[in-house]
């Protein structure tokens, strides 16, 4: 295979946005990018030459004739990513190809700890390098979500309750000596939040919030969040949010007082019977409305995804939602924000990991701590270093 040089800037900028509108001319990029047409045409035979590009189709001729334009678009079995998300409960990872469309699906029934937490990660690997030779398609990196503090720039956990982590860990240095592949680390509600810019990359969506809702078993122990565990990733202009401190997300109701085991108001008895008393379901939905809604308006949110268990409570979520956005805010006339479920049901940590790792493919320079140099030794991040990684 042939290797082109350090790819320019302006080949970078020509390859995201054929990732983000496939199927697009050579000529069309260069309008949409106000670039020289001889510009495009020489980075575009690189990127073909190297296979991460194709010519796919001939489309219609102009109107006043001459030749038919040749649509491109990004190969999207140049390589594929392998998402993890790593519970307390269970492991789980997807593959996904460069496209974003899911190849297999891994999970491994066994708790997770800090104990072990190397161990799960290996075997979700070497089952996803089973699944690479049968498919053909080589496995670029991996990133993997969980419950936490995370400083994804480092890959440093540090702190998880659910995983016992009570002291900085950093697992990327602990585990990619072994994989011999680049690893990300991710907070598990920012990951479904990546998962959802890369689902709707066409339409760039700008603020929004995912919120997670899980139902965390034999942690009673910690005394400290039994039963639910809700957590929230911000988008504020199409990124992540991470906060000064990477805490951006963490999550307590403002109805929470001293004495509560658990994130919300409820009486500590009640917190277990939410997700079979539709009574105590709906109280717990009501409260978590109420402060979503308070959030929403303050940084005038346009989308709100639901994920985790909340898509199969027996309270219509959605209408509840917008109910109490509109409720919340003194200019109700204003109120325009979209109530969506996510559609990557269990997956949707393992999936936003492995899309965390596909943005920052293309979209390396976006980084929100732009003097942070922990990502320059990691391959495949600009479209330079996939073209240039060798099999």
Not at 200 to 212: G, I, P, V
Not at 232 to 239: A, M, Q, R, S
């Amino acid at each position: 295979m042939h290797y082109p040089p350090e790819m320019s800037s302006n080949t970078n900028r020509l390859l995201k946005a054929l990732w983000i509108n496939p199927m697009i001319s050579r000529i069309d990029l260069a309008k949409q990018l106000e670039l020289n047409k001889s510009t495009v045409s020489k980075s575009m035979a690189e990127l073909i030459h190297s296979n991460l590009v194709l010519e796919v189709e001939q489309g219609e001729a102009g109107p006043t004739g001459g030749r038919k334009p040749v649509h491109l678009k990004v190969n999207e079995n140049y390589g594929h990513i392998l998402g993890c998300e790593i519970h307390q409960e269970s492991c789980r990872a997807v593959g996904i190809n460069l496209n974003g469309d899911v190849l297999y699906e891994i999970v491994i029934q066994e708790k997770t700890a800090k104990s072990n937490i190397t161990k799960s990660l290996t075997k979700l690997v070497l089952r996803a390098q089973q699944k690479e030779n049968e498919l053909g398609i080589r496995l670029l990196g991996i990133s993997c979500g969980m419950a936490g503090i995370i400083n994804p720039f480092q890959g440093v956990i540090y702190e998880s309750i659910p995983l016992k982590i009570s002291h900085p860990f950093n697992l990327k240095k602990e585990m990619e000596s072994d994989i011999h592949l680049p690893l990300l680390i991710e907070n598990d509600a920012n990951c479904c939040c990546w998962g959802e810019i890369v689902r709707y990359r066409s339409k760039q969506l700008k603020d929004f919030l995912f919120l997670l809702a899980e139902w965390r078993l034999g942690i009673n122990s910690l005394d400290n969040y039994q039963g639910t565990a809700v957590g929230l990733g911000l988008v504020l202009n199409n990124t992540v949010y991470y906060g000064r401190d990477f805490s951006a997300g963490e999550f307590r109701s403002v109805f929470w007082r001293q004495g509560n085991k658990s994130q919300f108001a409820l009486a500590n008895e009640d917190i277990k019977l939410i997700p079979d008393n539709p009574e105590i379901y709906e109280q717990f939905a009501v409260e978590l409305a109420d402060n979503i809604a308070f959030i929403v308006n303050v940084l005038n949110l346009k989308h709100i995804f639901l994920g985790g268990f909340l898509r199969s409570g027996t309270v219509d979520l959605c209408t509840l939602f917008k109910k109490a956005i509109i409720a919340n805010s003194a200019y109700q006339e204003l109120v325009n924000c979209e109530v969506l479920f996510s559609s990557m049901g269990d997956n949707a940590v393992a999936y936003g990991a492995a899309c965390h790792y596909l943005l920052k493919m293309f979209f390396k320079e976006d980084s929100q701590v732009p003097n942070d140099n922990s990502y320059e030794h990691i391959p495949l991040y600009t479209g330079d270093t996939i073209v240039r990684r060798k099999r």
